[in-house]
Nanobody, 125 residues
């Protein structure tokens, strides 16, 4: 059974850094696309970043390009979202997700098959 568990969220000051982790289990994740999404209260869930596990290819939303970096550790079956130069508008619950079939860029929430419970990131001004 596929399980994704996010961790690493917390409170950070604007301009600071934070790294989120997503521990994956129960699937052949080496062939998956792993995405990061975020959702603020009253807003729709939005795409943040995605990494193709096998190749390491990445793609980022315009709002986080140059500030966020997604990576994976094969030995730990874990994907990371390294966030720098954080802004108050980055405040949201961050989710990791897995897509079993890769067809081009996968940036819509309804294209993902599995989701973690989310971890809260709060950026103070």
């Amino acid at each position: 059974q596929v399980q994704l568990v996010e961790s690493g969220g917390g409170l950070v000051q604007a301009g600071g850094s934070l790294t989120l982790s997503c521990a994956a289990s129960g699937g052949t994740f080496s062939s998956y696309a792993m995405g990061w999404f975020r959702q603020a209260p009253g807003k729709e869930r939005e795409f943040v970043a995605v990494i193709r596990w096998r190749t390491g290819s990445t793609y980022y939303a315009d709002s986080v390009k140059g500030r966020f970096s997604v990576s994976r550790d094969d030995a730990k079956n874990t994907v990371y979202l390294q966030m720098t130069s954080l802004k108050p508008e980055d405040t949201a619950v961050y989710y990791c997700a897995a897509r079993t079939k890769i067809v081009g860029l996968i940036t819509r929430p309804n294209e993902y098959d599995y989701w973690g419970q989310g971890t809260q990131v709060t950026v103070s001004s």
